[in-house]
């Protein structure tokens, strides 16, 4: 059985349950999320104007092909604290172009006290030069079965430094409710400093990559069965990472005030204005902090 959408007549009813058990009862790992992309159920959050046959045909096909591939990279438990602050401090990399995606279609996954979710990176089916991101959440269902809900939608495009455009799809909202700008900006948020961040850490060579091979022997009894292969996939180490930073703003709270600790991960220093003893003012140019040498932004992770 291939990812299944939700019967239409079903969906609105099963959608419901799927919020209510979101906190509940979430996909706990980066395995069933998998599996939940291979074999679960889907749905469409019903504010979503997500209807036309070809779109939901194209997010299902895209889902599952993406994991059945070995497109999918696990990247662990980080903070929402972290991606924002890493979101922002490599943001000028990002811009700058220098963060290359490992694959042309990837779904990333990070986990969050008690769950996973993910984010599925694809071209914009339509928008030439945007990047399509799909917020995933996996939910298993008591009785029911795993399955996965698109929660949201984001397109990103990327002019520049400086010159990045978020476009949210189109959200129904109840009567007599506008979405606001800043909620707007946040539901953009929510996908922008996830994918900046995923970015950054596959360009440091300095965080290890584990390729997960896919089980031969459990795919052949599965073949035996009739049951589909389970594909590698690979596993972002980022333990070590996310402690380095958290000791690092230790360091930095409980010292002397002086700020002489540098942050432990390669990152933009963004551009400022510098009022000199003269009392001139001066441009400080952003610049690159931490990077060891190009070996270790360019790490070989890009398309195949």
Known sequence: MSLSLLP?????????????NLAKHPIKTAEAFRNAALDGMLAINPMLEVTAEGDVNYLRTAIHDTVAAGRMIDFGFIPNAVIKSE??????????GELAHPFEHWL???SWEGGCNGYLVVPHPIKPYDTLVVELYGVSMPHVGDALLIYDM????????????????????PKGHAETVQEQRNRGSNSLDPLVTMLRLLADASVPITHVASPEK??????????????AHHVVCTK??????????HRLTQG?????????AAHWRRGHM???SSGKLVLVRASKVNWRGPEDLHRKFYKI
């Not at 459990?218 to 594909?231: M, S, T």
């Not at 002397?256 to 432990?264: K, L, M, N, Q, V």
Request: no cysteine.
């Open 8 to 20: 239409q007549d079903l969906a609105a009813a099963v959608v419901g349950l799927l919020f209510e």
């Open 87 to 96: 979101s922002l401090a490599t943001r000028h990399m990002f811009e700058a």
């Open 108 to 110: 990333g996954i990070t």
């Open 154 to 173: 984001v397109s990103i495009q990327t002019n520049g430094i400086g010159d990045t455009r978020v476009s949210p799809a189109y959200m129904r909202y």
């Open 218 to 231: 459990l795919n052949k009894a599965r073949a035996r069965r009739g049951k589909p292969p389970i594909p």
């Open 240 to 249: 070590d990472y996310i402690s380095q930073i958290h000791a690092a703003k």
């Open 256 to 264: 002397d005030g002086t700020g002489r600790h540098a942050s432990p």
């Open 274 to 276: 510098r009022h000199l």
